[in-house]
T-cell receptor, first 112, second 115 residues
Framework: DQQVKQNSPSLSVQEGRISILNCDYTNSMFDYFLWYKKYPAEGPTFLISISSIKDKNEDGRFTVFLNKSAKHLSLHIVPSQPGDSAVYFCAARETSYDKVIFGPGTSLSVIP | NAGVTQTPKFRILKIGQSMTLQCTQDMNHNYMYWYRQDPGMGLKLIYYSVGAGITDKGEVPNGYNVSRSTTEDFPLRLELAAPSQTSVYFC??????????????FGQGTRLTVV
């Protein structure tokens, strides 16, 4: 049973437009959420994160929104650039455990 | 700037063979992790360690073993390889519990095929 879900396996966006990647979770004990980006043949790299006590965190072109009541978070990329084309993983940490659970990923293609 | 280094990058194993995937980090991180990535399934945690001498099971530990004799190294052992273990394996490390300013750093991965 997947605790972290990314229901869109892929997403295509025009360069300069907004990319919105969604993530849902089922475990109410998750207290910290992260987004990782992965290029082919490379390991994932950390992108942005948010604590459960916040509802928004911004870093340059990347903003993560958290809706705890809906158990939903989203990553917004504005404006999208071709170099953003990658697989994006949503991940969540449970307070009482030292481990991070990953979603299945969304493959983003930014079309020039 | 080595970070997390995994060896080998690629390996083909026959069913029933065994092998060790090596992982070493030079960031003096206490926490280390092994994940596997199957197509469309994201990363599943196999084992993790919060410090030398301490290991614990993740989501999918069956068929694997780990040890953590030093802070730097966290090898993953496959005994009696099975086709279901065909996957890409990632090692990661973090200074402490993943959180603000303590994100996990990943190696480049080991692509393992069991035939």
């Amino acid at each position: 049973d997947q605790q972290v879900k990314q229901n869109s396996p892929s997403l295509s966006v025009q360069e300069g437009r907004i990319s919105i990647l969604n993530c849902d979770y089922t475990n109410s004990m998750f207290d910290y959420f992260l987004w990782y980006k992965k290029y082919p043949a490379e390991g994932p790299t950390f992108l942005i994160s948010i604590s459960s006590i916040k509802d928004k965190n911004e870093d340059g072109r990347f903003t993560v929104f958290l809706n705890k009541s809906a158990k939903h978070l989203s990553l917004h990329i504005v404006p999208s650039q071709p170099g953003d084309s990658a697989v994006y993983f949503c991940a969540a940490r449970e307070t009482s455990y030292d481990k991070v659970i990953f979603g299945p990923g969304t493959s983003l293609s930014v079309i020039p | 700037n080595a970070g997390v280094t995994q060896t080998p990058k690629f390996r083909i194993l026959k069913i029933g063979q065994s092998m060790t995937l090596q992982c070493t980090q030079d960031m003096n991180h206490n926490y280390m992790y092994w994940y596997r990535q199957d197509p469309g399934m994201g990363l599943k945690l196999i084992y993790y360690s919060v410090g030398a001498g301490i290991t614990d099971k993740g989501e999918v530990p069956n068929g694997y073993n780990v040890s953590r004799s030093t802070t730097e190294d966290f090898p993953l052992r496959l005994e009696l390889a099975a086709p279901s273990q065909t996957s890409v394996y990632f090692c990661a490390s973090s200074y402490s519990v993943v959180g603000k300013n303590t994100e996990a750093f990943f190696g480049q991965g080991t692509r393992l095929t069991v035939v």
